[in-house]
């Protein structure tokens, strides 16, 4: 039905919001006058002015051990075939004094999402967006902080970010094959800034396009169903690592690492649901994770865990 909804608005011009959880089976679409009463609100900023601010998360990590057990069960799907790349995440109880509201306020980032009194996401990832016809995405693959020496060269140079990074530009170019044509790679592996609360991160990304036909509002929420869940927060091949996030993972997704988009009338733009904090009867939990191959290193995906809990 949500898919339907999304359609009808989009063949009549009518601006909405669009959100889905990771597994794309819960969605909510609300018309972009309807947000402040829905108690929702978002912000998508391609070159949003940093705001200074002084808090910080306090965490409690996964437990070391009890992550290499999902890593390694992990890695022995790889080993049997089933997957080539996937994205393990996992959610970590932090404190902070902000309610979910002062916390979306403060946040910077290019996509900002605050679901009522639920969850709140400060997103750098786009996931897809479409403009005069042209559907493009920008997946990200590859973390580094941005502070070592030579970082851009390091990053660009490594064996293990190159072949995942490669991976997910491939399975994003099947999936926009599925709904358009004349797919073709714009940029490859270029860097990007991102504060990272005390630091900044270089996160590498590259960009993915194709044709779409006119009148493709029609059936936009056609498109949305075809390219659900995100292929660069699931991995690839898509159906059997779903499947194994399901059973490795061993905690609910829910919204992280859905998605949220927003029709204006005429184009559409969205971004992954990544950089997610979430409210439950204990507090807050954030969650974050990686992209795992055959050739992750343990302690690495560990950090990297940690290293994407932040408040930028």
């Not at 409690?60 to 057990?69: E, R």
Request: aromatic residues 10%.
């Amino acid at each position: 039905m949500a898919f339907k909804k999304v359609n009808f608005l989009a063949s009549k011009g009518i601006p909405f919001l669009f959100i889905s959880d990771f597994n794309a089976k819960k969605f909510d679409v609300i018309p972009l006058d309807e947000l402040q009463r829905e108690d929702v609100e978002f912000c998508i900023c391609e070159s949003y002015k940093y705001k200074e601010h002084n808090h910080h998360l306090e965490t409690k990590p996964i437990d070391f051990n009890t992550y290499k057990l999902k890593f390694e069960a992990v890695i022995e799907k790889i080993k049997r075939g089933e997957t080539y790349i996937l994205n393990l995440t996992q959610a970590t109880p932090v404190k902070i004094e902000l309610s979910l509201k002062e916390i979306y306020t403060m946040a910077n980032a290019h996509y900002k999402l605050r679901y009522k009194d639920q969850f709140v996401c400060f997103s750098p990832e786009k996931f897809i967006q479409i403009q005069n016809n042209t559907i493009h995405t920008f997946p990200m693959k590859g973390t580094i902080d941005a502070s070592l020496k030579n970082a851009k060269e390091k990053i660009l140079a490594n064996e293990k970010e190159m072949a995942e990074h490669i991976m997910i530009v491939d399975l994003l170019r099947n999936d926009l094959s599925m709904v358009s044509s004349n797919v073709r790679v714009e940029k490859f592996r270029y860097t990007q800034k991102i504060a990272a609360g005390d630091k900044e991160l270089l996160q590498v990304s590259s960009h993915i396009c194709g044709d779409l036909e006119p009148q493709w509002q029609n059936r936009l929420g056609d498109i949305l169903e075809k390219l659900l869940p995100a292929g660069s927060i699931s991995g690839a091949p898509k159906k059997s690592t779903l499947d194994i996030i399901k059973s490795v993972e061993k905690y609910e997704r829910g919204f992280f690492s859905g998605i949220f988009g927003v029709f204006d009338g005429q184009n559409f733009d969205s971004g992954v649901m990544i950089r997610f904090i979430e409210k439950d009867r204990d507090g807050y939990i954030y969650k974050s994770g990686g992209g795992i191959t055959l050739e992750s290193d343990l302690s690495l995906e560990y950090q990297e865990l940690q290293d994407k809990i932040y408040l930028p």
